[in-house]
């Protein structure tokens, strides 16, 4: 079946410094990936919309100088934290549609923790 | 404006019997409601889909039904088993490619 890499599946920074969130879909292109953020005992709150060579498409109240997209193959999107701080830590998850199927498939997930 | 509600947070059930999980939504253009696992620290795993022209879609233990005047869904899980225990997501999407949007999620609880 489809499958989506996501790397690291946890990582801890410093206040002030940025990270990186990588998304690779494996055996189907992704075109589209979606990203969101799980904080504990809640929804998939979506981020944002990337897609392959254009800029991506940020839900309101999401910072996109601080949450910097970036699609530029059609398996690869990376999530990067800016300026990271205490209250960006969360649960990072990507999702691509695999074609026409009706469920998307989702990464494994990206624990951040800021100290 | 929560388009998709799951108002049960936590259910509980003996193993064997059936898990009734619930979810309403409030955009009628929706046009896939979508069923998902997720266990803590990990990604959601897709169970099971339900187009919005159909009111039933069944594979093995799992069965969604599709109310659509009354914009209700419901996942029946029979028989429940212990491994079945997780927090189950109703979403929701419009065409494809299109982002999809989750609910709060249910937890659900099989006791052995």
């Known amino acids: 079946g489809a499958v989506v890499s996501q790397h690291p599946s946890r990582v801890i920074c410093k206040s002030g410094t940025s990270v990186k969130i990588e998304c690779r879909s494996l055996d189907f292109q992704a075109t589209t990936m979606f990203w969101y953020r799980q904080f504990p005992k809640q929804s998939l709150m979506l981020m944002a919309t990337?897609?392959?060579?254009?800029?991506?498409?940020?839900e309101q109240g999401v910072e996109k100088d601080k949450f910097l997209i970036n699609h530029a193959s059609l398996t690869l999107s990376t999530l990067t934290v800016t300026s990271a701080h205490p209250e960006d830590s969360s649960f990072y998850i990507c999702s691509a549609p695999p074609g026409q199927a009706p469920g998307y498939t989702f990464g494994s997930g990206t624990r951040l923790t800021v100290v | 404006d929560q388009q998709v509600k799951q108002n049960s947070p936590s259910l509980s059930v003996q193993e064997g019997r059936i898990s009734i999980l619930n979810c309403d939504y409030t955009?009628?253009?929706?046009?896939?409601f979508l069923w998902y696992k997720k266990y803590p620290a990990e990604g959601p795993t897709f169970l099971i889909s339900i187009s919005s022209i159909k009111d039933k879609n069944e594979d093995g233990r799992f069965t969604v039904f599709l109310n659509k005047s009354a914009k209700h869904l419901s996942l029946h899980i029979v028989p429940s088993q212990p491994g079945d225990s997780a927090v189950y997501f109703c979403?929701?999407?419009?065409?494809?490619?299109?982002?999809?949007?989750f609910g709060p999620g249910t937890s659900l609880s099989v006791i052995p």
């Open positions: 955009n009628s253009m929706f046009d896939y």
């Open positions: 979403a929701a999407r419009g065409t494809s490619y299109d982002k999809v949007i």
């Open positions: 990337s897609n392959e060579g254009s800029k991506a498409t940020y």
